[in-house]
Structure formats: structure tokens, C-alpha cells
Nanobody
């Protein structure tokens, strides 16, 4: 089971980025996929999650209305569209998985198979 996050980069405040999380070694359509982020000196926090049962989505309070998570099970890929980016969004973004539902989200404790992360830097 592997998850590979990509798509990070440097962007100005107000800009947009789209992150991708590609799953390999398992059938993603039976798994919830979550995006999390960790800024220097801070705890890892939940950003967005999509469940497997009916593709319900959940968001952290700080990104609601700006970020959108979506999944393409045929491609074993989950996307995170990030709009209206702020310097406070600067962090390493990770994807992780668990069976079926986004249980514990925005907490991290029930998620596993963490990908290596992709850096997002938003300049003011």
C-alpha cells in the first residue's frame, strides 16, 4: 500500500494549486482518502477527506469554501484543489488512507499508509 502526493510548489497569496495523491497496491474504491498538512512547529491537521461509500467529503474549518477534494477511483487518484491560498496554508501536505469512512477526521489517529508529502509555500 503506497500513496504518493505531488503538485506542491510556490504560489502567491490568492493563487491556486492542485495536489494529487496516487494510490498503488490497493483498490482505492474501498478506502477513504484524507489530506493533512503540517507546518513547522505545529501538529499535523486534517484538511479534507473523501469517503469510499458515497464519496462524502469533509473539510477542516480553516479551508472550508476554499479547498475541494475529489476522487477518481478509475485512476486511483484523489485531488485537492486549493483556491484563494493564504500564507497560513504553507505546510507539507500529506495524504493517508483508512477503510471506507473518514473516521477520526480531522484527527489523524485512524489513518495510515502516509505518503511522503509535498511542500506548499504561499508567499504574501
Amino acid at each position: 500500500v503506497q500513496l504518493q502526493a505531488s503538485g506542491g510548489g510556490l504560489v502567491q497569496a490568492g493563487g491556486s494549486l492542485r495536489l494529487s495523491c496516487v494510490a498503488s497496491g490497493f483498490d482505492m474504491n474501498m478506502y477513504a482518502i484524507g489530506w493533512f498538512r503540517q507546518a513547522p512547529g505545529k501538529e499535523r491537521e486534517g484538511v479534507a477527506c473523501t469517503s469510499a461509500t458515497d464519496s462524502r467529503t469533509f473539510y477542516g474549518d480553516s479551508v472550508k469554501g476554499r479547498f475541494t477534494i475529489s476522487r477518481d477511483d478509475a485512476k486511483n487518484t484523489v485531488y485537492l484543489q486549493m483556491n484563494s491560498l493564504k500564507p497560513a496554508d504553507t505546510a507539507v501536505y500529506y495524504c493517508a488512507t483508512r477503510p471506507w469512512e473518514c473516521l477520526s477526521f480531522p484527527g489523524t489517529q485512524l489513518f495510515g499508509s502516509w505518503g511522503q508529502g509535498t511542500q506548499v509555500t504561499v508567499s504574501s
